[in-house]
């Protein structure tokens, strides 16, 4: 049973410094998702990660993907308030589209 | 417009009712699933269909089904709605392609009393 852990769970951080969250997972995959979750809200795509060393950014959050470690990171540069959500990564077995995902890393950047 | 709608947004009913969460899709997407969200547990799926002759289960499908009306519908129901199935509810869809991204509504909240 593929399990997918994220830590930490709650983050709170001052505006303008960095971060990193950690999303690890049990079984052998090469596609891992990131999503964002405003509060009451529906889930945004953010990354998709298809590879080895796959790496993408998007403004102030970047993600990479280790598949040999099963570790993807989500590193924040310079937090804004902006970027408070939960952040859940998913990933994906087999050739069907099923994710699997983690239980979230609730972010609060605050002034 | 949203893409991927669901209907109603917020139920809340008694213990032993017959709920149905509505999904429809204007992406174009073969698949569709239904995910719970809980506190703490963040979602799990329950059904998922590739196309309309296409129904599978997920890691949580007791005391839920599923119908795909057609290729842009997608419903779930709950026979006899229980306390413990009180969730927020998400619709997804994704293309028929390796990179399995999903795209989700904007959720229905069920409250069973």
């Known amino acids: 049973e593929l399990k997918v852990e994220q830590n930490p769970l709650f983050l709170s951080m001052q505006e303008g410094k960095n971060y990193t969250i950690y999303c690890n997972y049990s079984?052998?995959?090469?596609?891992l998702y990131w999503y964002r979750q405003d509060p009451g809200k529906s889930l945004e795509s953010l990354f998709v990660?298809?590879?080895?060393?796959a790496v993408k950014q998007e403004g102030r959050l970047m993600a990479s993907l280790d598949t040999k470690a099963r570790l993807s990171t989500l590193h924040i540069t310079a937090a804004v308030h902006d970027l408070s959500a939960t952040y859940f990564c998913?990933?994906?077995?087999?050739?069907?589209?099923?994710?699997?995902f983690g239980t979230g890393t609730r972010l609060q950047v605050t002034l | 417009d949203a893409d991927v709608t669901q209907t109603p947004r917020n139920r809340i009913t008694k213990t032993g009712k017959r709920i149905m969460l509505e999904c429809s899709q204007t992406?174009?997407?073969?698949?569709m699933y239904w995910y719970r969200q809980d506190p703490g547990l963040g979602l799990r799926l329950i059904y998922y269909?590739?196309?309309?002759?296409?129904?599978n289960k997920g890691e949580i499908s007791d005391g839920y089904s599923v119908s795909r009306q057609a290729q842009a519908k997608f419903s779930l129901s709950l026979e006899s709605a229980i306390p413990n199935q009180t969730a927020l509810y998400f619709c997804?869809?994704?293309?028929?392609?390796?990179?399995?991204?999903?795209?989700f509504g904007e959720g229905s909240r069920l409250t069973v009393l």
């Open positions: 997804a869809t994704s293309k028929a392609d390796m990179t399995g991204e999903l795209f």
């Open positions: 079984t052998t995959s090469d596609r």
């Open positions: 990660l298809l590879s080895n060393g």
């Open positions: 998913a990933v994906a077995t087999g050739t069907a589209s099923k994710l699997t």
């Open positions: 992406k174009g997407h073969d698949r």
């Open positions: 269909s590739f196309d309309v002759k296409d129904i």
